[in-house]
């Protein structure tokens, strides 16, 4: 079986990462707080979207400048690896996500079989991360781009890339699971924001679950190409459905 080798960044990349990526996780709690003090704003729910998008897409373009050489030796490895190859990683993900779905949902039932706790209200309804972005497409379909490709690559990296590689000298599975744990935080900050802690919890594994799957592709083919893949077209899925 062919060995493959992660393309690690530098100490100075990860501090620089790692400062980047909290503007890039919570530029949008930031920009709501913000413009909470400014009064008289028309659509500021719209407006607060724009300017999130904006700085997420500056963050974006400085951690493709500062990995860039780093991008293209993964990039590279993929394009001269074999389609097969890369297939096969590919639908390798969209099995481990298929999993780790089926767990979350025989815990749930499990929980509410012994605890008596009715779990379906958790299904009634988005989180408010994918409320929003529901919400957003709606009112502007270009923002399709950015939920299907600039999302996905600007997630992966700081995900898959920055804090994996961060707590990888702990252990391969201490780096999984808390990359993934971060992922999932890092789409539920508003329901714990607001005291929605039940919630937050189950949209946090929800979120989780791709997650895990994302950095155990990442764990085993040590390329970040086929991560952001997957994770586009998880999210044209989800966006389709």
């Known amino acids: 079986m062919k060995k493959y080798e992660f393309v690690e960044p530098s100490k100075k990349q990860l501090i620089i990462g790692l400062l980047l990526s909290y503007i890039y996780v919570f ?14 704003m028309i659509e500021p729910d719209n407006i607060c979207h724009h300017v999130t998008f904006l700085i997420r ?26 389609i097969k190859d890369n297939f096969r990683w590919i639908i390798k993900g969209f099995l481990y996500l298929i999993i780790f779905r089926a767990i979350f949902s025989a815990l ?12 379906t209200i958790l299904f009634d ?5 994918e409320s929003g972005i529901d919400e957003l497409l709606a009112a502007f379909p270009i923002y399709h781009i950015q ?42 900050t508003e329901e714990f924001a607001q005291g929605m802690y039940l919630f937050g919890v ?15 592709i990442y764990e085993k083919r040590r390329n970040l190409t086929h991560c952001m893949i997957l994770h586009m077209l998880n999210n044209l899925i989800c966006t389709l459905l």
Do not use: Q, W
């Open 57 to 82: 897409i500056i963050v974006l373009a400085i951690f493709i400048i500062l990995f860039k050489e780093n991008l293209f030796l993964y990039f590279k490895d993929f394009k001269t690896s074999n």
């Open 27 to 40: 530029s949008r709690m930031h920009v709501i707080s913000l413009f909470k003090h400014i009064s008289g």
């Open 147 to 188: 939920s299907i490709v600039f999302a996905p690559i600007g997630e992966e990296i700081v995900c898959r890339y920055i804090l994996f590689h961060s707590f990888r000298k702990k252990g391969c599975i201490i780096a999984i699971i808390l990359s993934s744990l971060i992922f999932g935080f890092c789409h539920v």
């Open 125 to 129: 309804g988005n989180s408010i991360n």
């Open 108 to 119: 749930l039932l499990l929980i509410k079989i012994i605890f008596h706790i009715d779990t």
């Open 202 to 216: 189950y949209y946090l594994i929800g979120y989780m679950i791709p997650g895990l799957a994302f950095a155990l």
